[in-house]
């Protein structure tokens, strides 16, 4: 399996596991805070190999554009992957002494499992067009998470209110993506980083 596909599916497996196993609260507290610490350590293996890790496949088509399902990380991709693995791995840790008595383990545990293979996705895409999708998972479960304790009055509130302010972002983003295609004609960035620049003042507002 491809390394990058493999720590999307370490995070993903959490989820899933954390809500498929008997005696489902305590299981989750073991299986959670064992596959992040795994995702973790595979992403140090994986900057001390020295590789650049790439993983490309045909994903759509529409009219004669190919659509690829592309992710990478180069050498200057590790140190925000370290991060971000170690970063989780402690609050995961810390969630599962947190929730050892709590109702609602197993929701937590899956939706921080399905949060951390959208984030992942997220920093590992080599395409605008998955950055979006990515960006939008991160959206729904960190939806999910700010509105955790669904009993609370203020929780819902807060998570929908993280969520329409979300939406402001989306619709810019999607504007972007169009003022990028028909400019450039392509997601890529690996493209779009070797492309001649166009007007200056298009670029700016592509930007922003």
């Known amino acids: 399996m491809n390394s990058l596909i493999a720590i999307l599916t370490i995070y993903l497996m959490t989820s899933v596991l954390s809500g498929i196993t008997p005696n489902k ?3 989750a507290a073991w299986v959670s805070p064992a596959g992040f610490i795994l995702a973790f350590v595979f992403v140090v293996w994986m900057y001390f190999s020295g590789e650049t890790f790439v993983f490309a496949m045909k994903w759509f088509s529409a009219g004669s554009n190919i ?9 200057n991709h590790f140190p925000i992957l370290i991060f971000t693995t170690l970063v989780a791995a402690l609050v995961c840790i810390y969630s599962a002494n947190y ?7 197993v929701r937590f545990f899956q ?3 399905f949060f951390m293979f959208a984030m992942m996705g997220l920093l590992l895409a080599a395409n605008l067009f998955l950055t979006f999708i990515f960006w939008e998972l991160v959206g729904l479960t ?3 998470l700010i509105g955790f ?9 807060a998570s929908l209110k993280a969520m329409l302010i979300n939406k402001v972002g989306d619709a810019a983003f999607m504007i972007g ?11 890529d960035l690996n493209t779009l980083n070797t492309t001649a620049p ?3 003042s298009l670029q700016f507002f592509m930007g922003l």
Do not use: H, N
């Open 198 to 200: 166009t007007d200056e």
């Open 142 to 144: 960190s939806y999910l």
């Open 99 to 105: 929730f050892e008595t709590g109702k609602s383990t």
């Open 111 to 113: 939706t921080l499992g």
């Open 25 to 27: 609260a305590r299981i």
């Open 67 to 75: 659509f690829f399902l592309k992710l990478q990380a180069y050498p």
């Open 177 to 187: 993506l169009i003022l990028c295609w028909g400019v450039y004609g392509t997601f």
């Open 149 to 157: 304790y669904r009993e609370s009055q203020d929780a819902g509130p």
